[in-house]
């Protein structure tokens, strides 16, 4: 009698891991980092001139081109106290967490897409055993190290204009960091959206154009109705002004801890955000 053929198990597939589980990067994210860093060192004068220019035809624009007009800002202090700004002064401390802001959201926007999707870099890196993780945490903290590399040349060509000379600058140095991780972040949200450069038009437009005009950077936010205060109150660039401008100043910003707890909010959150949709697109 013929003994029945048993048939083999089927081999068992791994399930796929899902994409909501908790960061994962291991310390190989550093060499993605000093690899960006290897490729811009060689248009890194080009790129300086690109990302300082702007900001600093603004300041020169407006600072001293409607300085003269202005004269001075009234700024309300804590405990009720009004102090007479100069407009060159109140502008420069917002115009420059505005620079930070850009530089981080292109370098996280246009620069990323551009080694994610068009030139396929990352998909050659994901050959190797660095992780998606730390892929996106490499780009997060190299879009901040642009933003803040930008920062710090504008904020040098401030003090040798004269335009402040308070010790307390050193810790607007960390805040502007700080800033380049919130943007970075934000930035590498849409990034992992976008199915072409065009896309990022509808984030600067609806999106860094009106918070930059709501978060106290050309002009104090108290001229703005009541709701538009209320809104802006929830942006991550008013609480970056209103860390930098008090150290202009030589001041202490009030409420510190609150604005470095939301920046540090939005960074996280936009982070986990970023990566959940990356490893999301990357999964298809």
Known sequence: ????????????????????HPPRPTRRFAAVWLRNL???????????VGNIAEPLIWLVAFGYGMGALVGSVNLRLPGGEVQAV?????????SICMSAMNAATFE????AFS???????????LNTPVTLDDIVLAEMLWAAFKALFTATAIL????????????????????????GITFAALALIFNALAK??????YYFTLWLTPMTFVSGVFFPREQLPGWVQVIGDLLPLTHAVQLVRPLFLDRWPPDAALHIAVLLGYALGAYGV???????????
């Open 108 to 111: 996280a926007l246009y620069s």
């Open 156 to 179: 040098a060509v401030m003090l040798a204009l004269g335009i402040s000379h308070s010790p307390k600058l050193l810790l607007a140095w960390g805040v502007l960091g700080l800033t």
């Open 196 to 201: 072409g450069y065009d896309f990022f038009t």
């Open 1 to 20: 009698m013929a003994t029945p053929t048993t048939l083999p198990e089927p081999p068992r597939v791994a399930p796929a891991r899902t994409v909501w």
């Open 38 to 48: 290897l490729v811009w060192r060689k248009l890194a004068i080009p790129s300086l």
């Open 274 to 284: 970023a990566l959940v949709l990356t490893r999301r697109r990357f999964a298809r």
């Open 86 to 94: 100069p407009y060159l002064v109140f502008l420069a401390s917002g």
């Open 115 to 125: 080694r994610m999707h068009v030139q396929k870099t990352w998909d050659g890196i």
